[in-house]
Nanobody, 119 residues
Framework: QVQLTESGGGVVQPGDSLKLSCDASGRPFACYAMGWFRQAPGKEREFVAS????????YYGDSVKGRFTITRQRAKNTVYLQMNSLRPEDKAVYFC????????????WGQGTQVTVSS
């Protein structure tokens, strides 16, 4: 079983930056992609960004394009989310997720880390 552990959340002011990390541990698995999602109170879970484990192709949600960057460090089984120019509407719990090779959806999730953007 793979475990995903997020870290790096916190409280920042509008315009600030924050970097989230997601460490994958446990039984190795053939990873197809890793992604970040977020959920604000009373709202649906929203796709933020994803990265193909092999090749490194990246994809972003419209609301974060140009501000957030997803990267991975394969040797450390770690995915990062660099968040710049944060806005109050970015406030949410951010979840890391993994999609195995052959899976139709993300099937392994972390417990989430809170990001609060407030002046």
């Amino acid at each position: 079983q793979v475990q995903l552990t997020e870290s790096g959340g916190g409280v920042v002011q509008p315009g600030d930056s924050l970097k989230l990390s997601c460490d994958a541990s446990g039984r190795p698995f053939a990873c197809y992609a890793m992604g970040w999602f977020r959920q604000a109170p009373g709202k649906e879970r929203e796709f933020v960004a994803s990265i193909r484990w092999s090749g490194g192709a990246t994809y972003y949600g419209d609301s974060v394009k140009g501000r957030f960057t997803i990267t991975r460090q394969r040797a450390k089984n770690t995915v990062y989310l660099q968040m710049n120019s944060l806005r109050p509407e970015d406030k949410a719990v951010y979840f890391c997720a993994a999609k195995r090779v052959g899976a139709s959806q993300y099937d392994t999730w972390g417990q989430g880390t809170q990001v609060t953007v407030s002046s």
